[in-house]
């Protein structure tokens, strides 16, 4: 049961960043996804769902929309 849909490494101070896609509105993350972030210690998480809101979830876990997640990857 423990899984993520997406990790991605930027290596340096980026670190490596897991990601959550949800088709709905609804940002919950299952067990499955913390369990798995036990396991891989991403420097940062996101559920990403399919609204434009961005705002946190848990300590380290944002919900945020595809867009914004893509912009903050352009960052990178």
Do not use: C, Q
Not at 12 to 40: C, H, M, Q
Not at 44 to 62: K, Q, W
């Amino acid at each position: 049961g423990a899984e993520i849909d997406l990790v991605l490494e930027f290596g340096g101070s980026k670190g490596t960043w897991a990601v959550e896609i949800k088709r709905s509105l609804n940002a919950k993350p299952t067990r499955g996804f913390y369990n798995a972030l036990e396991d891989t210690k991403p420097k940062r998480a996101f559920v990403v769902h399919g609204g434009t809101d961005r705002f946190p979830l848990a300590n380290n876990i944002e919900a945020i929309g595809l867009r914004a997640l893509m912009d903050l990857i352009r960052e990178s």
